[in-house]
C-alpha cells in the first residue's frame, strides 16, 4: 500500500513534536518541576498511542491483536523516551499512558464504520496536535528562561499561533484522503463472503 500525503503528515508530523519536546524537556530539564514533567510525558505517550492505535485499527481492520499490539508499540516508546531522562516516575507515567492510549485507539479504529474511518483519524490528528503544543507552551511557561527557539517564542503569541495552526489545517485538510475507503470496503466485503463461504463449507 503506498501512502498518501496525508497519511505520511499525519503519521510524521505528531512524531516531530515529539522529538522537539524531548530535546526541550532535556535541554531545560533543571528549571522544570516533577508535575510538569509527568504531566508532558503522560500527554505524549496518551496522544501519540492513541492516533496510532487509531490509524492502526483502521488499516488492519479485523486484526484487532495486531492493531492494539502496534499502538500500545508506539504509545509506549514515546512516552518512555520523553520521560526517560527525567527520572522513573515521568517514564512509568509515559508507558502507561501509551499503553493505554494504544489499547483505546485500536479499539475505536476497528469499531469505526468505514464511511467515519477519514474523520476519526483527522479528528484525533487535531487533538494531538492541540495538545503537543499545548504540552509545548506548558514547558515554555514552566522554565526560568524563555527559550530561544523561534517556534517557542511563536508560543507567546496567541494570534500568531491560532493563523499558523489554522494555515496548517487548512493545507492537510486539502491534501487528499488518508483511508481508501472503497479499497477497504472491498477488502472487507471480500474476507466476508470468505468467512461465509468456510462456514458453508462446514455446515
Request: charged content about 10%; glycine content about 10%.
Given at each position: 500500500?503506498?501512502?498518501?500525503k496525508?497519511l505520511l503528515?499525519?503519521i510524521?508530523?505528531p512524531?516531530?513534536?515529539?522529538f522537539?519536546?524531548?530535546?526541550c524537556l532535556?535541554k531545560?530539564?533543571k528549571n522544570?518541576a516533577?508535575?510538569t514533567?509527568?504531566?508532558i510525558?503522560?500527554?505524549v505517550?496518551?496522544?501519540n498511542g492513541?492516533?496510532?492505535?487509531?490509524?492502526?485499527?483502521?488499516?488492519?481492520?479485523g486484526?484487532l491483536?495486531l492493531?492494539?499490539v502496534?499502538?500500545m508499540?508506539?504509545g509506549?516508546?514515546?512516552?518512555?523516551?520523553?520521560?526517560?531522562?527525567?527520572?522513573?516516575?515521568?517514564?512509568?507515567n509515559g508507558m502507561?499512558?501509551?499503553?493505554m492510549g494504544?489499547?483505546?485507539?485500536?479499539?475505536?479504529g476497528?469499531?469505526?464504520m468505514?464511511q467515519?474511518?477519514?474523520s476519526?483519524?483527522k479528528?484525533f490528528?487535531?487533538l494531538?496536535i492541540?495538545s503537543?503544543i499545548l504540552?509545548?507552551n506548558?514547558?515554555?511557561?514552566e522554565?526560568?528562561?524563555?527559550f530561544?527557539?523561534?517556534?517557542?517564542?511563536?508560543?507567546?503569541?496567541?494570534?500568531?499561533?491560532?493563523?499558523?495552526?489554522i494555515?496548517?489545517?487548512?493545507?492537510?485538510?486539502?491534501?487528499?484522503l488518508?483511508v481508501?475507503?472503497?479499497s477497504l470496503q472491498?477488502d472487507?466485503?471480500i474476507e466476508?463472503?470468505?468467512?461465509?463461504?468456510?462456514?458453508?463449507n462446514?455446515?
Amino acid at each position: 500500500m503506498i501512502m498518501s500525503k496525508a497519511l505520511l503528515m499525519t503519521i510524521i508530523t505528531p512524531l516531530l513534536l515529539t522529538f522537539y519536546i524531548s530535546l526541550c524537556l532535556v535541554k531545560q530539564r533543571k528549571n522544570i518541576a516533577s508535575m510538569t514533567s509527568m504531566t508532558i510525558t503522560m500527554t505524549v505517550g496518551m496522544m501519540n498511542g492513541l492516533l496510532s492505535g487509531v490509524i492502526f485499527g483502521v488499516f488492519l481492520n479485523g486484526n484487532l491483536f495486531l492493531s492494539t499490539v502496534l499502538g500500545m508499540g508506539v504509545g509506549f516508546i514515546c512516552g518512555s523516551i520523553v520521560g526517560l531522562l527525567n527520572g522513573i516516575i515521568p517514564v512509568l507515567n509515559g508507558m502507561l499512558s501509551g499503553l493505554m492510549g494504544g489499547m483505546m485507539g485500536a479499539m475505536l479504529g476497528e469499531m469505526v464504520m468505514v464511511q467515519y474511518q477519514e474523520s476519526t483519524i483527522k479528528i484525533f490528528f487535531t487533538l494531538v496536535i492541540v495538545s503537543l503544543i499545548l504540552a509545548l507552551n506548558l514547558l515554555n511557561d514552566e522554565t526560568q528562561k524563555p527559550f530561544t527557539q523561534p517556534f517557542n517564542k511563536m508560543l507567546e503569541h496567541p494570534i500568531a499561533s491560532a493563523i499558523i495552526l489554522i494555515g496548517f489545517f487548512y493545507i492537510y485538510n486539502n491534501m487528499g484522503l488518508i483511508v481508501n475507503t472503497e479499497s477497504l470496503q472491498v477488502d472487507l466485503d471480500i474476507e466476508h463472503n470468505h468467512i461465509i463461504d468456510n462456514s458453508g463449507n462446514v455446515d
